[in-house]
């Protein structure tokens, strides 16, 4: 979907659907020049009580001629005193897969009731740019196009933030179409190519043997079992010659749990286990089509996790390189196996933060269900930045605890640390056994696996990948 602005009459741009955001009460009240252009249509249908302007809510109207858009959407945005960005953002997703379904392809979206709100058409915009996604690759059948384009129909000068929310729903649809992608074509090599398809960046592969060479045996461990090589992928992008951040996410393309195996109901979805090194790739694409003044170094520790006749056992120790030793608990807690050994590796690029995406546990979703990505980590000031960008994006993180005494949950009687403490405290533990990594250099975990996945459409998210945290680290980005 492409994005214009022009500076028009709301009736007299022609295109397939004007919408007209409203706030529930007064009626056809907010719109009366063209309420009175369609000889009070909009009139008769909100005092029918067919359009209310409840929150979502959808009233499609035919303009018989009478004004130069052949149709106009109502789209309910709420009652008037809560309305944020993100309710904006939700209307602008429900309008724009609303008329996608109906296969209307030209919209033009009046702004000047969002403006009167000291509200930005651009959080519509984006909320419309982030619905327009269906994953039909595999589909023959399916008809396979959008929207073609909307228009903004106002004189306000919304190019910038226009320019920043077409780059973010781009950067979302790449990493919500990684982690669609079946695990036997989006393999550890796959995502090698993802990331060499981006511009403005460098890319270092680290294959098995160099990674033998390195000391990297937790990260190695994990991909034991399986045929397909793994791939220590580093990317670069230095738009400043300043102290880089460090983004790590990690690259499971497939996790069956290794000889810890998961239970079969639901395994199909382990493919969304690479959730945080497609996060983080989509991020390095937006930064990189932008131009940010960041220098951004990105690691994505990628391999399988499979059962075979090489692989990790039970009770085997692996050290990371660090030198530290970790007795294997469970092979289904390797995630963090490879996030230590990529913390460890980002720090010799002396880096002014770590961040690391991951869908670490299923602890994460039993304790926030599908609403929250759960943070952790050892620099208050640098938790206050991601949480003022969630608040800005509405992809929602809670602050854990890291207290000392979950250093004893993972004690080993015959290795430095065990990488899990079982059910107990496994979603603070399991960021614990990261910070003995981390160490001093700034750090915060990110685990979205409670948010990576929804088995329900949303406004402006459908079923399947979310691709969360692309625009949360975005948004930090651009505060820092």
């Known amino acids: 979907m492409k994005v214009f602005i022009r500076n028009i009459k709301d009736t007299a741009f022609a295109c397939d659907a004007l919408i007209l955001p409203a706030p529930e009460g007064k009626g056809a009240g907010y719109y009366e020049d063209i309420d009175k252009s369609l000889n009070g249509l909009i009139s008769k249908v909100t005092a029918s009580g067919e359009f209310a302007g409840k929150r979502n809510e959808t009233c499609l109207l035919h303009t ?34 609303y008329l996608r379904d109906l296969k209307i392809k030209d919209l033009a979206l009046s702004t000047h009731l969002i403006s009167s709100l000291n509200l930005s058409p651009a959080d519509f915009t984006e909320g419309c740019l982030l619905a327009d996604y269906r994953f039909l690759k595999y589909k023959k059948e399916e008809n396979h196009n959008g929207i073609k384009k909307i228009t903004l129909l106002t004189g306000e000068d919304l190019q910038k933030q226009v320019r920043w929310a077409g780059a973010a729903a781009s950067a979302v649809h790449f990493t919500r179409d990684l982690v669609n992608t079946p695990s036997n074509i989006m393999t550890p090599s796959a995502l090698v190519r993802a990331a060499r398809s981006l511009k403005r960046v ?79 790739l989509g991020v390095m694409k937006a930064v990189s089509e932008m131009k940010l003044p ?69 602890a994460c979703s039993i304790a926030f269900g599908n609403e929250a990505v759960a943070m952790m980590g050892n620099d208050e000031a640098l938790m206050e930045k991601m949480k003022r960008a969630s608040g800005e994006t509405s992809e929602r993180v809670w602050q854990m605890p890291l207290f000392e005494e979950y250093r004893d949950y993972i004690k080993s009687d015959i290795a430095d640390l065990k990488n899990t403490s079982g059910r107990s405290g496994s979603l603070v533990s399991s960021a614990y056994f990261l910070s003995e990594f981390a160490g001093d250099t700034p750090w915060v975990h990110l685990d979205i696996a409670g948010t990576a996945w929804t088995d329900k459409d949303r406004p402006y998210i459908p079923k399947g990948a979310t691709g969360i945290g692309v625009r949360l680290l975005l948004g930090f980005l651009k505060n820092l």
């Open 64 to 97: 018989s001629g009478k004004i130069k858009p052949e149709r106009v959407l109502l789209i309910g945005l709420g009652k008037r005193q809560e309305l944020s960005p993100e309710k904006l953002r939700q209307a602008g997703g429900r309008a724009a897969s």
């Open 202 to 280: 460098s890319v270092k592969v680290i294959g098995r043997s160099e990674a033998g060479r390195l000391g990297m045996g937790a990260y190695l461990s994990v991909a034991k079992g399986s045929d397909e090589p793994p791939a220590f992928i580093v990317l670069a992008y230095k738009g400043k010659n300043i102290r880089p951040v460090t983004l790590i996410g990690k690259s499971i393309t497939f996790d069956s749990g290794g000889i810890s195996l998961k239970p079969g109901e639901g395994m199909e979805k382990m493919k969304y286990d690479m959730a945080g090194g497609a996060a983080v």
């Open 294 to 362: 960041v220098h951004l170094i990105c690691v994505l520790p990628a391999a399988e996790n499979l059962p075979g006749g090489s692989a990790t056992k039970p009770g085997d120790v692996v050290k990371t390189i660090s030198g530290k030793s970790i007795e294997i608990i469970s092979t289904d807690a390797e995630g963090r196996l490879t996030v230590a050994d990529a913390i460890e590796y980002a720090k010799r690029f002396k880096p002014s933060a770590i961040i690391d995406i991951a869908t670490l546990t299923g």
